[in-house]
């Protein structure tokens, strides 16, 4: 591996493509043999090459170039933009080029921490995914829950599959390992109760509503249960200050403002089990009634 070895002149030659000094870093993800999954995430180029920048305005940028035979898609994002992909764990293409591809140019050092986080997986990046997971995990089985309530059963079996793809990144987290993409092989391999409940509701034999059913079952009792410990970040940064905190105040925070649907749901539900308290105060911007405030 070439980390921050390869010259700006090479790396123009190996992408086909010209950029500055202004790159942080660049990440290099080839086809390799019959590898199905990387050829479905390369979208049949022969190389993706993920390259960082401070910032940019627009949050990614997508190149196309070609070099005698050699096709490759650039994907250009911003360290902020890369910061947040990590943190929500959907961006196949991204996250897979960070953690698999062939680090070409590395000069401050920056692709080389991010990895080394991500494989030491502690502390505040562990903390903030198993929020993150939770309140999404939680999400997903309200919908769910309410679709079902609904007679929308096909709805609520979406939900509840996606919910337990949640369920499955918090397995994986609590085990010490950064959730993948393709986070279901990993769960496998810890022999997770929740790949026996995800094998339940696609392969049963009972009716699509009876298999809901369960699984929404075992989701409410997972969800008890891991509430305190997945929520330790928002009950830190809760105790930060002596003052409650405003809904407005907590999605602006740098570590909330990704949950903007899931976030109120989690409060409600951390005040319903006394995990936090919520303080009433009259305020102006509260028109006839009493704004709300969370504290522990």
């Known amino acids: 591996m070439m980390e921050g070895s390869m010259e700006l002149s090479n790396l123009t030659l190996l992408s086909g493509e010209t950029f500055d000094e202004n790159v942080l870093g660049a990440v290099a993800l080839r086809q390799r043999g019959n590898d199905t999954f990387q050829s479905a995430l390369l979208h049949d180029f022969d190389m993706m090459v993920l390259m960082l920048h401070e910032e940019q305005e627009t949050e990614r940028i997508i190149t196309h170039t070609i070099a005698g035979d050699r096709r490759t898609q650039s994907v250009h994002v911003g360290l902020s933009a890369l910061e947040r992909a990590v943190m929500a ?145 928002l009950l830190h940064i809760l105790s930060s200050r002596k003052e409650a905190w405003s809904i407005k105040e907590l999605l602006q925070h740098s570590g909330l403002s990704q949950l903007q649907a899931e976030l109120p749901l989690v409060l409600r539900k951390l005040v319903s089990r006394s995990l936090i308290r919520e303080i009433t105060s009259w305020a102006v911007e509260a028109g006839d009634g009493h704004a709300i405030r969370y504290t522990l």
């Open 89 to 233: 764990g959907d961006n196949n293409e991204l996250l897979t080029s960070l953690m698999s591809g062939e680090v070409i140019w590395d000069p401050k050092g920056i692709l080389a921490e991010m990895r080394k986080e991500l494989i030491q997986f502690q502390g505040p990046l562990k903390e903030r995914v198993l929020f993150m997971e939770f309140s999404r995990f939680l999400h997903m089985y309200v919908k769910s829950k309410r679709y079902l309530e609904a007679g929308c059963t096909m709805d609520a079996y979406n939900c509840v599959l996606i919910a337990l793809y949640h369920w499955a990144r918090i397995e994986v987290s609590e085990a010490g390992y950064f959730p993948e993409p393709a986070v279901w092989g990993q769960v496998k391999n810890l022999n997770s109760p929740v790949h026996k409940l995800y094998e339940e509701l696609t392969v049963s034999t009972e009716t699509l509503e009876q298999r809901v059913e369960l699984i929404l079952l075992a989701c409410e009792f997972a969800l008890m249960s891991k509430m305190a410990d997945c929520c330790a970040m």
